[in-house]
């Protein structure tokens, strides 16, 4: 880049500067205005002391010159030399309204005035009282049992039924003198929630221990004020579930026919209520020797409201002696003597099922006397007869 040299003016020549040298300030021509102002060096002093300590620099002036007037022309540009409305307005940035093109919409049939979204309030309001979920009646069942042949048998065949009855349940076992550990174990395979109860009575000399085996059950469940029904569950008989769920609608006592193998086992008999409805009408009987009975009910044919034993004012009974069953009575007359203790007449019992026309359960009267009672299911030696794999 060529370099230009001017001539030092006269005017100027007082100035004087370090070594000699003088340098005068550019002329104004790079004013707009032509005026004969010029930059002195009070604007810029630092701009001017550095440029001739470079200047003297054969080889640096062209980069001196270069860097001044970028540093003029930076200056120049951000002096506000006019007006520029930098407001940035909100409206600048609004977008245009967009509305749908008018439509005429007729309705020939129908004039929609308005839509209602509402809730259906049967849904939301709540149940009245007949509505509310009443929880399941406890059964408190009741199963004597004694050492003979088919113990084992009887005592799982009805802890399965019972596991299969809803909760809740407790199965009142009852045994003789001592707990043996045969029962027990059966007690707890089978899942049911259970008592197992002794019954401390010498009944050596009696016919049927049972009686005092369901005596001391009721003694317990008096005593611990069981609420439930309770039900006199032989173990070898054989029952239905349904019998077990018609046993939470008894509200006092419950009756229903059973049906029972006869002593011949030729035939079958019905024993039970006659039931117009759930009222008690008569009574089904085929022995004559039984006539003489009140009430005509099977011992695993009825089932009663367990605060009968416990709450007297409540079902206002005349007595307040325990109700149990009677051992000094003839031979099949313990249930009816039992069910006097109960109720008054058929007017305070309840027929089911419906009609009393469904036999739920079935008493048959199997003679184990002669087995022995097994202590296991193991086998004690190998088969005899081997029989080689082909």
């Known amino acids: 880049m060529a370099s230009i040299r001017r001539t030092l003016s006269p005017a100027y020549h007082d100035r004087s500067y370090q070594n000699g040298a003088g ?29 001739n300590i470079v200047y003297r620099k054969g080889w640096r002036r062209s980069f001196c010159r270069c860097l001044f007037f970028f540093v003029i022309g930076f200056v120049f540009g951000i002096a506000p030399f006019g007006y520029s409305d930098t407001d940035v307005r909100a409206k ?27 809730v259906n309030t049967k849904l939301l309001e709540p149940k009245e009282s007949t509505d509310i979920i009443e929880p399941l009646k406890q059964l408190i069942v009741v ?8 113990q084992a048998y009887f005592l799982n065949r009805l802890g399965q039924v019972l596991r299969l009855v809803k909760p809740p349940l407790v199965w009142i076992v009852v045994e003789e003198k001592a707990a043996s550990h045969e029962t027990a174990e059966i007690l707890r395979k089978t899942g049911v929630m259970y008592r197992h109860v002794l019954c401390a009575f010498n009944s050596s000399s009696v016919k049927d221990p049972r009686v005092h085996q369901r005596n001391a059950a009721l003694e317990h469940i008096e005593r611990h004020k069981l609420d439930g029904i309770v039900f006199f569950a032989d173990d070898d008989n054989v029952y239905t579930l349904e019998l077990f769920e018609s046993l939470r609608t008894i509200s006092r006592f419950g009756t229903w026919p059973v049906a029972m193998l006869a002593q011949s086992k030729n035939k079958a008999i019905l024993e039970g209520p006659v ?3 759930s009222q008690v009408i ?19 044919g009825f089932a009663f409201n367990s605060s009968i034993l416990w ?15 009677l051992d000094t009575v003839k031979e099949g007359f313990q249930e009816s003597t039992f069910i006097e203790q109960v109720v008054e007449d058929e007017s305070q019992m309840e027929g089911i099922p419906h009609g009393c026309s469904r036999i739920m359960n079935w008493h048959l009267h199997l003679d184990t006397d002669n087995l022995f009672y097994p202590k296991g299911w193991l086998l004690e030696k190998n088969l005899e007869v081997i029989l080689p794999i082909k």
């Not at 199963?143 to 042949?149: C, F, S």
């Open 311 to 325: 709450d007297s004012k409540r079902w206002a009974r005349p007595f307040s002696n325990p109700i149990r069953q």
């Open 275 to 277: 039931c117009n409805a």
């Open 92 to 118: 600048d940035f609004t977008f245009p309204e967009l509305k749908p093109p008018h439509a005429n919409l007729r309705f020939d049939d129908q004039i929609v005035t308005s839509v209602s979204l509402s």
């Open 282 to 300: 008569g009574w089904h009987t085929n022995d004559k020797s039984k006539r003489l009975r009140r009430f005509y009910a099977d011992m695993s």
């Open 23 to 51: 340098f005068s300030s550019p002329s104004n021509k790079f004013l707009p205005n032509g005026s004969s102002k010029h930059f002195s060096s009070s604007h810029l002093p630092f701009l001017f002391n550095a440029v």
């Open 143 to 150: 199963t004597p049992t004694y050492n003979r042949g088919f």
